[in-house]
């Protein structure tokens, strides 16, 4: 079992930077692929970015790719979320989520899920 927990959403204006953390319970973490996705109100919960239990690949959609960036610090239990340049369409809460299997953009492969932070970016 994995428990997961997001920190550092906040507001912040257009052009700005955010980094968010989420902090994993349990021994196994650095076995699981994690992900960043985020759901806007009225919308569905699209994918944001993945990275593998190594850290030596990531993924991301095409709508934050080269504003976004995905890291992991597995003494920690970490996987962080740095967002640069946001827009106000990044607005949304934000989960983490972890699976044992490789990274995917599918939500539907994770296993586990923390309770979302809040991201709002003010034009």
């Known amino acids: 079992q994995v428990q997961l927990v997001e920190s550092g959403g906040g507001l912040v204006q257009a052009g700005g930077s955010l980094r968010l953390s989420c902090a994993a319970s349990?021994?196994?973490?650095?076995?699981?692929?994690m992900g960043w996705s985020r759901q806007a109100p009225g919308k569905e919960r699209e994918f944001v970015a993945a990275?593998?239990?190594?850290?030596?690949?990531?993924y991301y959609a095409d709508s934050v790719k080269g504003r976004f960036t995905i890291s992991r610090d597995n003494a920690k239990n970490t996987v962080y979320l740095q967002m640069n340049s946001l827009k106000p369409e990044d607005t949304a809460v934000y989960y983490c989520?972890?699976?044992?299997?490789?990274?995917?953009?599918?939500?539907?492969?994770?296993?586990?899920w923390g309770q979302g932070t809040q991201v709002t970016v003010s034009s």
């Open positions: 989520a972890a699976t044992r299997y490789p990274p995917s953009q599918k939500l539907s492969s994770y296993d586990y």
């Open positions: 349990g021994r196994t973490f650095s076995t699981y692929a």
């Open positions: 990275i593998r239990w190594s850290g030596g690949n990531t």
